[in-house]
């Protein structure tokens, strides 16, 4: 009798099928819920926050914001319905990802399937060289920074 597959929380995550496109988006860093970078690009009305989620990566510091990164580990993100899909547009110049030039894109939009919740949620993965960066313990940018700020 074959033995069954051992069920794991933590699954690579891979392309979801192009005919499939994601009705949701999930941030992990500067568009988080509550900070400013997503009250500066106004999405409050274009995006409707659903909860928190679990994205599989590794979360670096770069600095002024985080980057994901493919790899072993979970990171917290704010997961979010998309209403107006015009909002990508801002999303994706914010981000630097030029659809059309992904190998010269800062970030570079995909879909994935989620840790949790289990679904499919688009993310913006880093695409440079992490050389020298610091992994953020926990995956976590917000509680990462407060901890950083003394808690402020």
Known sequence: MPIPPNPSRHRPARPVPARSEPRLIAFYGSLRKDQAAFRRLRLAGAL???????????????????????GGGETAGDLFDIRDASALKRLDAY???????????????????????????????YNRPVRGAVEIPGGDWVAYRRAKSGGR
Not at 53 to 58: A, F
Not at 96 to 125: C, H, M, Q
Request: net charge neutral.
């Open 48 to 70: 409707r926050h659903i909860g928190p989620c679990r994205i599989e990566g590794r979360l670096m510091d770069l600095g002024r914001y985080p980057g994901l990164v493919p």
């Open 95 to 125: 981000e630097g990802f030029d659809p059309d030039n992904r190998r010269g894109s800062l970030f570079v939009r995909n879909a994935v399937k989620l840790i949790e919740p289990d679904t499919d949620a688009w993310i913006y993965v």
